[in-house]
């Protein structure tokens, strides 16, 4: 089980890491090489200090490193990024990260979480209970980036506190 915890400046770069190397590894398979390209190379680690210190921010850390990240977006009640360390997908990060924000939007009283999948993980985000609204573009520099519009009502969600300001594991 990995150690849930909110993200700070310091984990941006290795944040930065995984998600440029998930898009250009996972993310691969469901889009064209131009496409891939435009959505890694316009990330840099400083793109994620604003959200760090502005938004909803968690990582998942295993043995001292960081796993996973995902970024919650309160003011929209959006869903923003969800990514696992392509080593390490398949081994139930990525479902304890999905937990933790659903956990901080129902606790900040968020009552439907959107999320704009891209195309590799509808999938996931469906056996999860998100389901599909629309598909729609991206707003990333051209080509265009194709996501799926997809949201959960929280109504039902557990009150269980599975994330606390400090950490949890
Ligand atoms: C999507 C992602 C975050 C899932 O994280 P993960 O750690 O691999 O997922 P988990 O191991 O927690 O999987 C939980 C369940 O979902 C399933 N699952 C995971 N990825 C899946 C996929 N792409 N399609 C279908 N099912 C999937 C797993 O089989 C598992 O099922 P189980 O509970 O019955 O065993 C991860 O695969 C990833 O980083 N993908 C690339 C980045 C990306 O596309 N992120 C979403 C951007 S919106």
């Not at 704009?116 to 520099?141: D, R, T």
Request: net charge negative; aromatic share 6%.
């Amino acid at each position: 089980m990995a150690l849930i915890r909110r993200a700070c400046l310091d984990d941006a770069k290795r944040i930065w890491q995984i998600q440029t190397d998930s898009i250009r590894s996972v993310c691969r398979t469901h889009y064209q090489p131009d496409v891939i390209e435009a959505w890694a190379s316009q990330l840099k680690p400083s793109s994620y200090e604003v959200p760090i210190e502005e938004r909803e921010v968690i990582v998942a850390e295993q043995h001292g490193q960081v796993v996973g990240f995902g970024q919650l977006n309160l003011e929209t009640h959006e869903m923003e990024t969800l990514y696992v360390d392509s080593e390490q997908i398949g081994k139930g990060i990525g479902a304890e990260l999905l937990k933790s924000l659903e956990s901080i939007a129902h606790q900040n009283g968020v009552i439907e979480l959107k999320i704009a999948s891209s195309l590799n993980a509808v999938s996931f985000y469906q056996k999860h209970g998100y389901q599909q609204i629309c598909k729609m573009p991206e707003e990333v520099p051209s080509p265009v980036l194709v996501c799926v519009g997809m949201s959960k009502s929280l109504d039902n969600a557990s009150s269980e506190l599975k994330f606390s300001e400090s950490q949890s594991n």
